[in-house]
């Protein structure tokens, strides 16, 4: 499950050594959580300086881009370190979570060991990195680069320090001993295997990235370190190629300026749920279809397809739209467990919608066209949220009627008014990105601008704003901002061991051959994604076979944007689809039931949203006809 671990009671008999660590990473995190969410505000505040500078006065910030760009690798590396102590960083724990309780904190005093061996690799040829790049100088702000590098070896010794400090926290000296036992024996036995290993050749990629990436996924490291871990073992024992390229990747793969847009979207994401917008949606909508036969079921489904298009993090979206409607859905009949697998299928359909962070991470890693992603994502989009209202109208076609009176036109309107601010936020995204008022980087930060000051008008009349949640928000929008960031980091250092080792070579060759042309590889495609859905989460699957797949689906003649579609619909799916898919497990844990009594309702709605998707594939126009 993305951003859980296992629970584990406090270790409460630490000696005084293992105190002082804890105590000391406490200090650190809390100023590094402090940092943070400077940054964030310094990075929106640079941007929109910038937009409105280029777009208001005609005359260009030249140093606004190189500014944010050399903070956001800090914002990365900090965010990645309050992730790690918060233990929210992605993962796959959900075999992890049925194991017994002392098992579960084996290995999660496990998964700390290996994120401890792996940081412990990367601070000297991280510092190297750092060093190498103070020759080089920012051409306007004249700033050794240098600078920007130092956050990589700064990031990976705090990250040391609260693993360290997580383990002497919550383990005790038999799961620290028996996991690092485990550590030096899968280390000797690769050492000692290393000749073999290289005689194999390309068939030794099995071993790290299939059977050392798996178990260290299966067994609940989380998604990034396991990405790290095994291409550094395939580096130093099956090559001659220096430890230090990781980082370089690494620092390029983290560092692209439109990947700026994930914390930004992030932090719009915070900014609407404290400003109470996201409710006048509901309210709205509830007003409009709460007297209908399952219209709450409806209201869920346009009040995810608005939210997404605003917040672009799927989890945010539902924690967001669950708690204001589900108390009312519970009231008025529905089950618990159909609103589980409800909220797990709308949760997959709004993949698509802009500014989504997989379309985001697309445009970045695949060269294709943001913009155009977030134009052609929308109708998509309105194709499942149509297939899905179909299965809803017909699971409620046999509920009793609400004892909900229909609201009176004065109510609707003022409703309306109300949430009239909100409705207007994803058009004011849409037409500043199509206009070319700001990038598809810049464009959140207007969306921050109105949000706040739209928010404290609200707040004037209403007094909703809960200022006390605003900072503890803020970290929590820097740690999936740092989670995310380090996936993409981890994840272009290992799509590049597998590119020099020639496997994307020989993957696009096997591909390629695969009968049926286009057809036969869009199905292909299809049974791909859906799979790495359901075990990598979205992001990662993509900077993976990205950079493989578009280029091959470019040759076959499939439009980019059309094909981008495609695998983000099959991702979704695979996302929210049991017994793997982690965001299955998220929406059931939001909403607060268990995921063995969903598992049999969710399967209508998937095989409605898998209908969709064979339309969306068959009919190209869908999502480029407006391009």
Not at 116 to 142: D, R
Not at 518 to 537: C, D, H, P, R
Request: include cysteine; glycine fraction near 8%.
């Amino acid at each position: 499950m993305m951003g859980a671990s296992a629970a584990q009671a406090p270790n409460t008999s630490m000696r005084l050594p293992a105190r002082a660590l804890v105590l000391l990473n406490s200090w650190s995190i809390h100023l590094v959580g402090a940092i943070t969410v400077a940054l964030l505000v310094i990075e929106t505040c640079v941007l929109l300086a910038g937009v409105i500078s280029r777009y208001v006065m005609h005359n260009p910030l030249i140093w606004a881009d190189e500014l944010a760009s050399s903070l956001f690798i800090w914002l990365a590396m900090f965010g990645s370190v309050l992730a790690l102590d918060r233990g929210e960083h992605m993962r796959m724990s959900a075999l992890v979570n049925k194991l017994p309780v002392a098992w579960r904190g084996f290995c999660e005093t496990l998964s700390a060991l290996v994120v401890c061996l792996f940081v412990v690799m990367i601070i000297g040829p991280a510092m190297q990195h750092s060093h190498e790049q103070m020759s080089i100088t920012t051409p306007a702000l004249g700033i050794p680069d240098g600078v920007r590098a130092a956050a990589l070896p700064v990031g990976a010794i705090l990250m040391l320090l609260a693993a360290v400090s997580r383990m002497a926290r919550f383990s005790t000296m038999r799961q620290f001993m028996a996991g690092v036992g485990v550590v030096i024996v899968v280390g000797a036995v690769l050492w000692l295997c290393q000749p073999l290993l290289v005689g194999m050749g390309n068939y030794n990629l099995i071993v790290f990235f299939l059977v050392l990436l798996g178990a260290c996924v299966f067994g609940g490291i989380p998604i990034a370190f396991a990405f790290g871990t095994a291409t550094i073992a395939y580096l130093a024992l099956a090559t001659h190629a220096p430890l230090s390229i990781v980082v370089g990747r690494m620092d390029e793969g983290m560092s692209h300026m439109v990947l700026l847009a994930v914390p930004l979207f992030v932090m719009l994401g915070v900014v609407l749920q404290l400003s109470g917008m996201a409710k006048t949606l509901i309210d709205f909508m509830a007003s409009l279809l709460g007297h209908v036969r399952g219209g709450l079921q409806y209201v869920l489904l346009g009040a995810m397809f608005l939210v997404s298009g605003i917040s672009g993090s799927k989890v945010a979206d539902m924690a967001a739209v669950a708690p204001a409607l589900f108390p009312e859905m519970k009231k008025r009949g529905s089950e618990p467990e159909e609103l589980a697998a409800l909220l797990a299928a709308t949760g997959a359909m709004t993949e698509t919608i802009p500014p989504s962070l997989v379309l985001i991470t697309i445009g970045a890693v695949c060269s294709v066209s943001i913009t155009a992603l977030f134009i052609g994502g929308l109708m998509p989009a309105v194709v499942a949220t149509v297939v899905i209202a179909m299965v809803c109208w017909w699971r409620s076609r046999k509920e009793a009627m609400p004892n909900v009176k229909r609201a009176p036109l004065s109510v609707v309107a003022r409703t309306f008014l109300i949430a009239l601010p909100a409705l207007a936020l994803p058009l004011l995204i849409r037409v500043a990105v199509l206009e070319g008022a700001a990038t598809a980087t810049e464009v959140s930060t207007i969306g921050v601008a109105y949000v706040v000051m739209v928010g404290l008008v609200m707040h004037l009349f209403m007094r909703h704003i809960e200022f006390k949640r605003v900072y503890p928000m803020m970290l929590e929008a820097g740690a999936l901002s740092g989670s995310i960031l380090l996936i993409i980091g981890m994840a272009s250092a290992m799509a590049w061991a597998l590119t020099q080792s020639g496997f994307s070579a020989a993957l696009v060759d096997l591909i390629s051959d695969i009968p049926g042309g286009t057809m036969g590889y869009m199905i292909v495609t299809i049974l791909v994604f859906v799979i790495l859905g359901s075990v990598l989460e979205g992001i990662p699957a993509i900077v993976l076979f990205g950079p493989l797949m578009f280029p091959l689906a470019e040759m076959l003649g499939i439009h980019p944007v059309h094909y981008a579609m495609v695998v983000i619909l099959a991702m979704g799916i695979g996302l929210f689809a049991p017994p793997l898919g982690v965001g299955f497990y998220a929406a059931c844990a939001i909403s607060k039931v268990s995921s063995d009594h969903v598992i049999r309702r969710v399967w209508g709605y998937l095989g409605a949203l898998i209908v969709a998707l064979v339309i969306v594939a068959c009919f190209p126009w869908i999502s480029i006809g407006f391009l």
